[in-house]
């Protein structure tokens, strides 16, 4: 990682109160600025002696003392070439927890802040007892989470039918939405590097990890340093890793849509039943690599996006500007966008974007050579960006809700008509459309 040591040095109070800020219990700023000078010091050290060498090694003809020094000085050599690496080593691995730093505008604690509102959808109200998404959906036969789980376990589902047309259909209509708004579509891979997991800033290893990690012990098979992607945002921001962008080409707006993978440790209890928390799901992102000066207008842009994607789709939503213990390690601001679902009877995050400004490129080495004020001044890092474009089983979750009828069909948006052929303005159980496993089973 290229992490900007020289500021930890300089600034070791503010990284210090930052990492309190955000409750960052692993980020020892102190110790990192402490484990740089010192590798400075032996660098410093090390470079002094191969200097020493290089002017033994040029005295002619060798003296005796000069060969005796000239062994002496190797073995030197050797010793501090392994201290300077283990030292490196640790801080490294000190440097990775270090969060990014934090916008002023970034509420305190977990006091998050509602910034919009749907103006154009109001709360649901219904003339009948709602049933929540778990019930509709076994009801109309789309749903099938008991299944899912004699297969994989709990935690999965299982789209059938219009279900599964549902999905496919979402998926389509967001790509083309984001298409239309200059982000590029790409069918990422579902693995990836472990370090290109850690460079976006997520933990591959450890107790808490929530990243599923391969194992494959076949002779052709080396897997070991593979990992499940939890978000398409992984192989996107690996997209350009150790590239060096032009400016005038920034920014430049990705649309990955992928299956993620995530081990959701303490995710139990009733708010994350059936869609709302899976360990395997679809879901659109959106990624933007561009220049500093374009970060905060491209966040807004995307924070828009997901709104009208609420919008469009008949969700009542509000967002919010996430607070300090909310913005994990590498985010400098993020918005949650959430949608009414009424089998919470409350607000559900459907969405999250993210403004990392140059943690994520840092890590990955992705840098970008300007046209005017700094053509002759080198590159600097790009500013990367995240969001949800849409997370599939909870947009599903909140659509069977809201659009819910009291003869337990689902409206089915108009906007997403097109792109369900066959099925009409409702989900209901016509025959024509609905098979059941029992009618195979004697």
Known sequence: PRIDYKDVV???????????????????????????????????????LRQRRNTVAK???????????????????????????????????????????????????????????????????????????????????????????????????????????????????ILHKLRNKGFTPILTPDLAHSTVVEGCGFQPRGEATQIYRVQNDGEHHNTADLCLIGTSEIPLAGFYAGKILK????????????????AEAGGAGA????????????????????????????LENMCCIQEEVCDDLGLHWRTLN??????????????????????????????????????????????????GHMKDQGTEFVHTLNGTGGAIPRIILALLETHQNEDGTVNIPKILQDYLPGMGDKIDLGVDRHEYNEKYII
């Open 10 to 48: 300089s600034r070791t109070q503010y990284h210090e109160k930052n990492a309190r800020r955000r409750n960052a219990a692993n980020a020892n700023p102190s110790l990192v600025a402490e484990l740089y000078q010192n590798y400075g010091s032996e660098v410093h050290g090390l470079d002094t």
């Open 59 to 173: 005295i002619t003809p060798p003296t005796k003392d000069s060969i005796a020094e000239g062994k002496d000085l190797k073995a030197k050599i050797n010793a501090a070439e392994i201290s300077v690496r283990g030292l490196l080593k640790q801080l490294e691995s000190e440097a990775v927890h270090l969060p990014n730093d934090t916008h002023p505008l970034v509420p305190d604690g977990f006091n998050n802040v509602v910034v919009r509102m749907s103006e154009k959808n109001p709360f649901p109200s219904f003339p009948f007892e709602p049933r929540d998404h778990i019930q509709l959906g076994t009801d109309l036969g789309i749903l099938d989470f008991e299944t899912a789980s004699k297969i994989s376990g709990p935690k999965f589902s299982m789209l059938r039918g219009d279900g599964a047309m549902l999905e496919i259909g979402i998926v389509q209509w």
């Open 247 to 262: 400016e005038a080409d920034l920014p430049i707006r990705l649309a990955g849509f992928s299956h993620c993978f995530r």
């Open 271 to 298: 708010a994350s039943k059936g869609l709302y928390r899976l360990h395997q799901f679809s879901k659109v992102e959106m990624f933007v690599f561009c220049t500093q000066a374009q970060s905060d207008a491209e």
């Open 322 to 371: 996430m607070a300090a213990e909310e913005l994990g390690a590498t985010a400098f601001q993020k918005y949650d966008v959430e949608a009414w679902m009424p089998g919470r009877n409350g607000y559900g995050e459907v969405a999250s974007i993210s403004n990392c400004t140059d943690y994520q490129s840092r890590r990955l080495n992705i840098r970008y050579k300007g046209n």
